[in-house]
């Protein structure tokens, strides 16, 4: 089979069957077809015709580049050629995995990025007023700080927050994201995030969603279209800025200050597990690493030998 038809086939297959998010989606075809155009500078243009040694080649050459890439950005696309060989051999495309010596780069560990409660609360306060405190006719205000109230009370990824409809906001202390692989889990909504976003819906939506054409999104831009990822990264930058905040902010900082502040308010490392969204508890065990001080607190005041 031609590799480009081949390819066609697998990413319908992990788009239909799979349903991973279109982020993913597109993220696999990039790669992929970076691999196929490598594949065909040296004639190989048919799915029987890869090899193991073109394929680690190809990956050698992908870490050998300069810049170096990163260590994540390597995983990320020999797990890309990785899933689609084993679905060719899966699927009796091909008879054997060319793909079965590719050893991925080894991630060195990085400790999540979590901001202080304080400066939590200085960037909510600098996204926009509470509702309590809002101007009439604040709009963009009331919806700045209604997406990061959400963001920090949910531990949400910024796309499952600007992809939610009004309708999902719509249950009252509990909130349903839509995670990747279209997994659906139910977290809870503070008081504090419910309000702003309370505020938002009835205050400043309305007239936002009149600027522009009609959608289901929950939240929206100045003109009335849904608010993109970037959009809200940007928020988050200018509210940083005005909060005086040094340190690198984005939209996942909140989602880290989110899951650190939990565990080291005592909540259950499988809580937070499922609260994130996280298939595998290892990938939530890291946020421990973080927390480290304040264990070490405890163990101080708590046992009798510790001094």
Do not use: C, N
Not at 80 to 104: N, Q, W, Y
Not at 245 to 252: M, N, R
């Amino acid at each position: 089979m031609r590799l480009a038809r081949a390819v066609d086939a697998f990413l319908r297959h992990i788009t239909i069957e799979r349903g991973l998010s279109a982020h993913t989606v597109a993220a696999y075809r990039r790669d992929l077809a970076g691999y196929l155009a490598w594949l065909d500078e040296r004639g190989v243009d048919d799915t029987d015709a890869v090899t193991g040694e073109l394929v680690t080649g190809f990956a050698a050459e992908r870490a050998a580049s300069d810049p170096p890439p990163a260590s994540t950005s390597l995983a990320r696309l020999q797990s890309a050629i990785r899933s689609f060989h084993r679905f060719l051999a899966r699927e009796g495309i091909v008879t054997d995995d060319p793909t079965t010596k590719l050893r991925p780069p080894k991630a060195p560990m990085r400790l999540p990025k979590a901001l202080p409660v304080d400066d939590v609360l200085r960037l909510l306060d600098a996204a926009g007023p509470a509702p309590e405190d809002a101007a009439p006719g604040e709009l963009i205000g009331l919806r700045d700080r209604a997406l990061l109230e959400l963001l920090y009370a949910t531990g949400a990824r910024v796309s499952e927050i600007v992809d939610l409809d009004v309708d999902d906001l719509m249950h009252g202390e509990v909130l349903r994201v839509r995670g990747k692989g279209s997994k659906e889990r139910i977290v809870p909504v503070g008081s504090y995030a419910r309000a702003s976003v309370d505020a938002y819906l009835t205050r400043a939506r309305p007239e936002l969603s009149r600027r522009g054409r009609a959608t289901p999104r929950a939240f929206l831009g100045a003109r009335g279209a849904p608010l993109s990822r970037q959009s809200a990264w940007l928020v988050i930058q200018q509210a940083a800025e005005r909060a005086g905040i040094t340190v690198h902010v984005s939209p996942h900082t909140l989602r880290h200050s989110f899951a650190t502040h939990l565990l080291q308010g005592g909540a259950d490392v499988r809580v937070v597990q499922e609260l994130l969204g996280h298939a595998s508890v290892a990938t939530t065990q890291i946020y421990t690493h973080v927390t480290v001080d304040a264990l070490r607190d405890v163990y101080l005041t708590a046992h009798p030998r510790a001094r």
